[in-house]
């Protein structure tokens, strides 16, 4: 009995120490919490987006609802990989089953873990995706196909099991924001949405490196195939995007592989890049990094606009008559105009 006392003991310590020294995300990176943030709001959304950071800062989930009565969630993350949105999706259906889940196509770009770019920012962005998901097979399968190949080498794996491996040595680092936030984090998102409310316009087009890779690879096919399965088995619609934004480049041939995609598997496929007049995007006012991302008007613009193609063409019903969902939205879009007059009012001090 004694042994079991000292064990439990032990695991209790060692749990609390991994939660004091894991990153908490409250400063500049406040990306780290935006997969965590959707436990606590799973069930309900009749859409669920799915991506990198152009879903989770280009499109408002609190303006389809204000529009369009349309509940949503945005389970992005940045440098989101297929394979890891693929295990995000798979994760997602078994909390709820959405109407509609729109996955955006940047991310075909990225075929292997090793095109992705560097590899120890690589690392990083693994992190901020699999360290806030639960553990589930879906989570260990994201893990197994996110690893770079140094993390192979060293069992990085294990790191993502107990990850006070990794963070073992941040003592140095600690603030008294690791212990307020050791349990409960503060909420950064709007139903997973990251609020931007900057204004840095666009003065010059960024160049764009020559086309290298003109046809989207096999792995990142694969893991879209798996995504369309995994749809139709849930009876769920599968619509693919490709938000605005000027950079980096969205080439014509990538475009039209998709499209081709699309096309054969009857999925409905929307590029927002030649609707931005249409959607009203002004790129001297609407984004915050010169035209990267968008900011809060971009991304209100971004969503009204593709609220009527999810109406129109996939048959969305409005909420609004229902007084449960209404009670709860209604909560949801005081704290967004909250959290917007506070960040306006930041920006102007």
Not at 267 to 289: F, K, V
Not at 319 to 328: E, K, L, W, Y
Request: proline share 5%; glycine share 8%; net charge negative.
């Amino acid at each position: 009995m004694k042994k079991l006392r000292a064990f439990f003991c032990a695991v209790v310590i060692l749990g609390l120490l991994q939660a004091l020294l894991v990153p908490k995300y409250t400063g500049n990176v406040r990306e780290g919490n935006l997969i965590r943030e959707y436990y606590d709001n799973a069930g309900g959304n009749d859409v669920i987006f799915i991506g990198d950071c152009e879903v989770y800062e280009n499109f408002s989930p609190i303006t389809l609802w204000q529009e369009y009565g349309i509940p949503s969630y945005i389970r992005g993350s940045p440098q989101q990989t297929v394979w890891q949105s693929y295990y995000l999706l798979e994760e997602t259906l078994r909390y709820e089953t959405p109407k509609v889940v729109v996955f955006n196509v940047f991310a075909l770009k990225y075929d292997t873990v090793e095109s992705t770019g560097d590899q120890s920012r690589r690392e990083a962005y693994n992190r901020i995706t699999l360290d806030g998901m639960r553990w589930s097979g879906s989570k260990w399968g994201a893990i197994q196909a996110s690893l770079t190949q140094e993390e192979r080498q060293w069992g990085g794996a294990l790191t993502y099991v107990f990850p006070i491996l990794r963070y073992h040595d941040r003592w140095s680092e600690l603030t008294w924001k690791d212990v307020r936030y050791l349990f409960k984090r503060e909420t950064v998102s709007d139903c997973g949405y990251l609020m931007q409310t900057g204004v840095e316009p666009m003065t010059d087009p960024f160049p764009s490196p020559p086309l290298t890779k003109r046809t989207l690879g096999d792995n990142s096919w694969r893991y879209l195939d798996k995504m369309v399965q995994l749809c139709r088995d849930k009876g769920v619609q599968l619509v693919l995007v490709k938000s605005p934004g000027l950079y980096p480049a969205w080439w014509p041939e990538w475009d039209q592989q998709v499209a081709d995609y699309a096309r054969e598997r009857e999925l409905l496929y929307i590029n927002m890049i030649p609707a931005q007049e249409e959607i009203g995007i002004d790129w001297s006012t609407d984004t915050y990094d010169a035209g990267l991302h968008l900011n809060v008007s971009g991304a209100e613009k971004a969503a009204s606009w593709f609220g009527r193609i999810l109406r129109d063409q996939c048959g969305l019903p409005d909420r609004r008559s229902d007084p449960q969902v209404c009670a709860r939205w209604e909560e949801k879009t005081a704290r967004y105009e909250a959290r917007k007059g506070l960040l306006l009012e930041q920006g102007d001090s």
